[in-house]
C-alpha cells in the first residue's frame, strides 16, 4: 500500500446512536480510505442544536472506539466552527451570491422548488433566511459507484437556504467548508445523501473549493421499506457483538469473508480486502436489517 493525498471522513449527526447503516458507512469509508493509503476523520455534525439527542456524541465516540474505527487526526465538532461558517457567509454576501428570504413554509407550502420570489427583494438580513443563488445549467459528477449523476438545481430545486432563520447554519454550507478546510478528498456516505451533492458541489464551485470524489453506498432498509435510521428507530448497536457486526457489514458489501477476530485485526483485514467493483450497484442493500 502506497501513502497518497487521499483523505476521507465519517460525520454522524449526534441525534441518537449509531445503527447497521451508519456502521456500514463508517467501515465502508475507512476501507476505502485505508485501502487506498490515506487518511480517515470523524467529524461531529452538531450544527442542529434541536435535534441532539442528550449523551449521543459520546455514545457515538465509544461505539467507534469498541468497532476500532479511530480518526487519524483530532475530532472536530462544528458547533465549535460557527464563526467560520459565519464568515464564509460574509464572503458570499460580498460577492452577492446571496440573499435574504422572508417566506416561511406556510408561504411556501407543497412546493418543493423554490420559485425566486425573494431574490430581488433586497431585505435585510437580520432575522431571515440566507439562500444561496443556483443558476439555469447542468450540474453532473460521476459517482464512483452510481455512476453519471445530473442536476439542475434551478429546475430541480432552485434557490437554496444556506442560514435558517433562527440562525441555524444548513448542513450544506457546514459540510462544504469543513470538506475543503479538512482538505477531504473522497466522500463516501449514503445513497440517501446523493441528491444533496449537485447543492454541494455548486456552493463548492462559487466558494473555488476543489472538487471532491463521491461514492454514495446503497442503504440498509428496515422491515418498513425504510432507509435505517435514528428518526425510523433504528436498534443502537451491541458493542459485544462488534466481531459479527463487522462480518455481516463485509459481506452485505460484497466483500470477501472476514475472520471473526478482534475489530481491530478484522479491519485490517477488510482493508488488504477492499473492493469497491463488489458493491452491488444500487440504491438499496438487499434484504431486510434492523
Same mark, same amino acid.
Given at each position: 500500500?502506497?501513502? *497518497? ?16 447503516? *451508519? @456502521? ?46 479511530? *480518526? ?16 464564509? $457567509? ?17 408561504? @411556501? ?20 433566511? $440566507? ?29 437554496? $437556504? ?77 458493542? *459485544? ?7 455481516? $457489514? ?41
Amino acid at each position: 500500500m502506497q501513502t *497518497s493525498n487521499y483523505v476521507g471522513r465519517f460525520a454522524p449527526s449526534p441525534t441518537g446512536p449509531l445503527h447497521f447503516g *451508519s @456502521l456500514l458507512t463508517a467501515f465502508a469509508s475507512y476501507c476505502d480510505a485505508k485501502a487506498n493509503g490515506g487518511e480517515w476523520l470523524i467529524r461531529i455534525e452538531d450544527t442542529d442544536i434541536p435535534r441532539i439527542a442528550k449523551g449521543s456524541t459520546s455514545d457515538i465516540l465509544a461505539c467507534l472506539d469498541a468497532f476500532a474505527l479511530h *480518526s487519524d487526526r483530532p475530532i472536530i465538532y462544528q458547533s465549535q466552527r460557527l464563526d467560520i461558517y459565519q464568515d464564509v $457567509i460574509a464572503q458570499l454576501k460580498q460577492q452577492h451570491l446571496v440573499y435574504a428570504c422572508q417566506c416561511s413554509r406556510k408561504i @411556501l407550502g407543497s412546493n418543493h422548488i423554490y420559485q425566486g420570489t425573494c431574490r430581488h427583494l433586497n431585505l435585510e438580513f437580520e432575522k431571515q433566511a $440566507i439562500r444561496l443563488k443556483v443558476d439555469d445549467q447542468l450540474i453532473c459528477f460521476d459517482d464512483r459507484l452510481q455512476g453519471r449523476q445530473c442536476s439542475n438545481l434551478q429546475q430541480d430545486l432552485g434557490d437554496f $437556504i444556506l442560514q435558517r432563520r433562527d440562525g441555524i447554519v444548513s448542513y450544506q454550507l457546514a459540510v462544504v467548508v469543513d470538506d475543503a478546510l479538512q482538505h477531504v478528498t473522497d466522500v463516501v456516505r449514503g445513497a440517501d445523501l446523493l441528491d444533496n451533492t449537485a447543492r454541494q458541489i455548486w456552493l463548492g464551485q462559487q466558494l473555488n473549493y476543489p472538487k471532491l470524489s463521491y461514492l454514495h453506498l446503497p442503504l440498509a432498509m428496515n422491515v418498513h421499506g425504510q432507509k435505517l435510521s435514528k428518526q425510523n428507530l433504528a436498534q443502537a448497536l451491541d458493542f *459485544s457483538n462488534a466481531p459479527y457486526y463487522l462480518a455481516n $457489514i463485509a459481506q452485505v458489501l460484497g466483500q470477501l469473508p472476514l475472520d471473526i477476530d478482534h475489530p481491530e485485526q478484522m479491519l485490517k483485514q477488510a482493508v488488504s480486502q477492499w473492493q469497491v467493483e463488489k458493491i452491488t450497484q444500487s440504491t438499496q442493500l438487499d434484504g431486510v436489517f434492523t
